[in-house]
């Protein structure tokens, strides 16, 4: 039996894992994406900052 691995969510700004710090999920145009509470104030004052990368879609490795 082999043991299925899950990919990991990244903060949409820093990209650091949800091994790290939580992660808030949020979506945007149809697409799912995530962004640490560090970053969120940066999506909240300053989207303008992150609205290419939200444009791209989710975060998950590989995708």
């Known amino acids: 039996m082999t ?5 990991v969510a990244q903060c949409l700004n820093c990209n650091r894992p949800e ?11 149809g697409n799912q994406t995530w962004i640490c509470s560090q970053c969120l104030p940066i999506l909240i004052h300053h989207p303008d ?11 998950l490795n590989g995708a």
């Open 3 to 7: 043991k299925e691995t899950k990919p």
């Open 19 to 29: 091994t790290v710090l939580p992660l808030v999920n949020l979506r945007y145009a």
């Open 49 to 59: 900052q992150v609205a290419h990368k939200l444009a791209k879609g989710g975060t």
